[in-house]
């Protein structure tokens, strides 16, 4: 399997010398690609600060992060956007679609900004809007939409494009249940029909029971890892609150 | 106590986002103060008794101009202070959750308010008093008159007027803060705007067809000044500046219902780079600020019209004076109802042949008009002067007069036969239609008496402000012996000190009508005085051109510097989000540089093309008045528009990076 992302020993210190917090305390792990990875853990934990550091928005203290074979903690900032660019996707808690946009405006940015010819632009978009079904809301604008279409025109942004890595904080962290289960069922379309990698980081059992594999991480460093292998998703899902409830978390509120 | 350090804290701390603010206000004052300080400028000038008399004019129209000056730098500023309250909406949200009131919210808006119209008056009166300095050589350059010596100019009355007058737009504005904070729910400071506006004309059809309504609009305003000229009436004028302004409305108003669709055309502007979402910015600013652009496209019209033909129109207003003013001075009667005995007594009474040679001539009308002659020979300059005037008579003057008046101007008189007559005409415009009329006609019928024609002279028989004699005709003396004068003339070629009889006669003039009886009025007008009046005339224009125009220029250039920062802080999350998505920085700065850009140059484009047509029919007007040249005013106008608007777009465009970066 190719190797798409790989992070050593990381660490990032917030704060100055008297008040210092380590918010990622030496992680190591590899994705491949074609993996959905989730990242579970509590409040605090470090998740959105490891997703901030390996999407370029942050940089780590110390340690390397390698992408597509790319080190990039040490790019420079012109290498860094242009990378981000062309190889990343990415997926925010709260949507963050451009408010002044429609749904088709937004996605077609993530296109126009790399380049990319008109007729292909049109042409993916199209494509991309039917696998996550949202042709209709195209000429809407965030307001006009809800939640979970919202969520699901980023997430169209952020994969139509064929990043070689999608990061996803907390992607159905607004939804209801339903709009969760629409949303996670293109995950795993993607991630099967286009072979995507995707990165979720997630507080929600169930939606990490759609990953192939789960790493804990607590107080900025993983505890344990899950791999789903051939189980099905229900069994997956088990095994997950038996690791919540095993270390000392309740399996209804999941941590 | 509190409330003020707050209120200094918060003014030190949001400095930047004031500046523009700060600056704009400042400026005013400086120019507010330095063009009332005319009086005191006035002491250190050689001016005339008569030029003091219009410097004292001029005072009197700048007084009136600045209240209305004052009105708009009045809604400027109550404006400009409404965006930078919006841009606070959640500071202020904060104060309130914090439990403060509403009251002492708006006392630390009074605070601020207060110290930074306190600020900028000193500060504009600082930089005030150094323009004022430089004015004054301008004002001497204008007048053309000589700086007597070198003095420090500072008008305490206008220091105290500016400081009034702003004073009174500082509480105003303090009042509109009160009432805006008290209006305003808890929830409204909280929650931005985050809808789009809609969209005003929904239909891209319909918005075009008012848009080509616009062109139309504004075409026919262009079509009927160019046709019918600037003087031609001034409904006709006013119609044309009314279709004018519709016109520019409806043009901004159209554009955004169309301009996004247009561009959505042109796949390879549309889908490069971020120009979806730069369009989109672009679309939604003009379709809520169409208002506003209107008003500033108007004002910057105005400005580029009046700073750059203000300028033509004083030379042209000050060349072709020569032809007018043939004599130093000449003084007349018309006659009303005394005889004319009387009158030529009265003449002599003044006592002013001492001042050198001198003609008395009358002059008298015939029964035909003047345009009963032309008829069938005038072209179109000349039916411009003709107009209105079809019954006016046509004016005799004996044949020694003739030779008279042309020698007493140096000239050798045209040699006329027994009977023959001559025409005079002292009218550029109507040259043309003379030498029509004297080539085909060998006699001329004057009073049912037939006379010989000589041929025309482009000459005047009197000193005056501008030329008025259309057509005068010298016709051998006795011809005239037994009609009554209706008018009785002297005219004079000083010896011997010029100054002095110029300022004489003035004050003989000024003094003479105030006592005589209303019967008979003293027409009196010096070669000096005509120069002076056009001077003085011109110089009227050119100052309240360059005092309106700058103003108006600031004032448009300010409303679009904040119109663009106060969301500034809106379309910071914007750009955050653009940059993660992976939009470089250098493209973010790009994209706020067009946006920027393309908002300050859609008014100014449009005032501009207005300009240029404005410019011409101007030009035009004036060409017939003397020759003229737009080239190098224009140029100047240019510089100072690059200068000022160039520089409150450049202040916008770093501003509005530093705000993002915070
Ligand atoms: N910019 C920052 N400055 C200082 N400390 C920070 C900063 N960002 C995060 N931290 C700290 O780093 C730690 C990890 O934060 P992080 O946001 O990664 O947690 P998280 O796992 O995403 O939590 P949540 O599930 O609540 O989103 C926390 O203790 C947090 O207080
Ligand atoms: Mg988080």
Redesign the pocket.
Request: aromatic letters at 8%.
């Given at each position: 399997m190719q190797n798409i992302l790989q992070v050593d020993h990381i660490e990032?210190y917030?704060?100055n010398k008297g008040n210092i917090?380590k918010?990622?305390n030496d992680i190591s792990f590899k994705v491949d690609k074609g993996e959905f990875v989730g990242i579970m853990?509590?409040?605090?934990?470090?998740?959105?600060?490891?997703?901030?550091c390996i999407s370029t928005i942050?940089t780590v203290t110390t340690g390397h992060i390698t992408i597509n074979g790319k080190d990039i903690t040490t790019l420079k900032r012109r290498n860094l956007e242009k990378f981000r660019r062309d190889e990343l996707g990415f997926i925010f808690?709260d949507f963050n679609l451009l408010d002044t946009l429609t749904a088709y405006e937004n996605i077609a940015l993530a296109l126009s900004i790399q380049g990319e010819k008109p007729s292909k632009i049109q042409s993916n978009l199209q494509e991309i809007a039917e696998k996550l079904e949202i042709s209709s809301v195209l000429d809407k604008f965030p307001y006009e939409m809800s939640g979970g279409q919202e969520q699901r025109v980023a997430s169209a942004r952020a994969i139509v494009a064929n990043p070689s890595l999608v990061l996803a904080?907390?992607p159905t962290g607004a939804l209801d249940s339903k709009s969760s289960r629409l949303l996670l069922e293109s995950f795993e379309k993607l991630n099967k029909e286009l072979s995507t990698t995707i990165l979720m980081?997630t507080?929600d059992a169930f939606t990490a029971s759609y990953s192939n594999r789960i790493l804990f991480?607590k107080d900025?460093k993983i505890f344990n890892e899950l791999i789903k292998g051939n189980d099905s998703r229900k069994a997956f899902f088990n095994r997950i609150i038996e690791v919540i409830t095993l270390l000392g978390g309740d399996a209804n509120d999941v941590? | 106590m509190m409330y003020s350090k707050l209120s200094l804290r918060n003014v030190k701390r949001s400095f930047k986002d004031y500046a523009i603010y700060f600056l704009t206000i400042t400026f005013a004052v400086s120019l507010f103060y330095s063009f009332n300080s005319l009086t005191a400028q006035q002491a250190m000038l050689k001016l005339s008794n008569s030029q003091e008399d219009m410097v004292q004019d001029l005072i009197y129209t700048i007084g009136i101009i600045s209240i209305f000056i004052s009105t708009v730098l009045a809604f400027l500023i109550i404006f400009a202070n409404s965006f930078l309250v919006k841009r606070r909406k959640k500071e202020l949200g904060m104060y309130m959750t914090l439990g403060m009131s509403k009251f002492n919210i708006s006392k630390i808006l009074v605070m601020e308010t207060f110290f930074i119209g306190l600020v900028s008056l000193l500060v504009g009166l600082g930089l005030g008093t150094i323009l004022s300095q430089g004015l004054s050589l301008l004002t001497a350059a204008l007048f053309q008159v000589d700086i007597q010596e070198y003095t420090f100019v500072f008008s305490t009355t206008a220091m105290l007027k500016t400081i009034l007058y702003f004073g009174i737009i500082f509480l105003i504005v303090m009042l509109f803060n009160v009432i805006m904070i008290n209006r305003y729910k808890l929830i409204d400071l909280f929650i931005a705007n985050k809808k789009n506006q809609q969209v005003k004309l929904k239909r891209t059809s319909t918005a075009i067809g008012v848009f080509v309504l616009s062109l139309l609009l504004i075409g026919s305003a262009y079509f009927l000044m160019l046709k019918y000229g600037l003087f031609k009436s001034m409904n006709l004028l006013w119609t044309s500046v009314g279709l004018g302004s519709i016109g520019t409305f409806l043009f901004f108003f159209s554009l955004s219902g169309f301009l996004l669709n247009i561009a959505k055309k042109n796949e390879k502007l549309y889908y490069k780079n971020i120009n979806i979402f730069l369009l989109r910015q672009i679309n939604s600013k003009v379709n809520s600020t169409f208002i506003s652009m209107t008003i500033i496209c108007l004002m910057l019209f105005f400005t580029i019209g009046v700073l750059s033909t203000g300028f033509s129109l004083k030379n042209s207003l000050e060349k072709d004076l020569t032809v007018t003013t043939p004599y130093d001075s000449t003084l007349s009667f018309f006659k009303y109802e005394e005889s004319v005995e009387n009158l030529e007594k009265k003449l002599e009474e003044l006592n002013v042949k001492q001042y050198g040679d001198n003609i008395t001539f009358k002059e008298y009308y015939s029964d035909e008009s003047i345009s009963s002659y032309l008829k069938g020979y005038t072209d179109k300059q000349a039916e411009s002067v003709l107009e209105g005037k079809a019954s006016a008579p046509l004016t005799l003057i004996k044949r020694s007069s003739y030779e008279g008046l042309a020698r007493l101007q140096g000239k050798d008189p045209v040699n006329l036969e027994q009977n023959e007559v001559l025409i005079l005409t002292n009218q550029k415009d109507m040259k043309k239609t003379m030498k029509r009329f004297v080539d085909n006609n060998k006699s001329i019928k004057i009073n049912h008496k037939e006379y010989p024609l000589s041929g025309f002279q482009f000459m005047s028989v009197r000193t005056d402000k501008s030329a008025k004699d259309t057509m005068i005709v010298a016709l051998p003396d006795q011809a005239v012996s037994e009609m009554e004068p209706s008018r009785i003339s002297l005219n004079i070629q000083y010896e011997g000190e010029a100054n002095k009889a110029d300022q004489e006669l003035y004050n003989l003039i000024e003094t003479y009508n105030k006592n005589a009886d209303k019967n008979t009025y003293l027409l009196g007008m010096t070669k000096t005085l005509v120069y002076e009046d056009a001077t003085g005339t011109s110089t009227m224009i050119v100052y309240i051109g360059i005092y309106l125009g700058i103003i108006f220029l600031i004032s448009s250039a300010a409303i679009l510097a904040l119109q663009q920062l106060s969301e500034a802080s809106d379309n910071k999350v914007r750009y955050d989000l653009l940059k993660k998505i992976g939009v470089t920085q250098k493209e973010v700065n790009q994209s706020i540089f067009k946006q920027i850009f393309i908002y300050f140059m859609m008014p100014l484009s449009l005032a501009i093309i207005h300009s240029i047509f404005g410019i011409k029919v101007v030009n035009r007007a004036i060409m017939s008045a003397g020759e003229s040249n737009v080239f190098f005013p224009s140029l100047l106008t240019a510089g100072v528009i690059i200068v000022v608007y160039g520089g409150y777009f450049l202040a916008t465009y770093s501003g509005y990076k530093s705000i993002l970066k915070k």
């Open positions: 990032k917030f704060g917090t918010a990622l853990g509590p409040s605090g934990s470090g998740k959105t600060t490891l997703l901030n942050d808690q904080d907390e980081v507080h991480i900025g941590f | -």
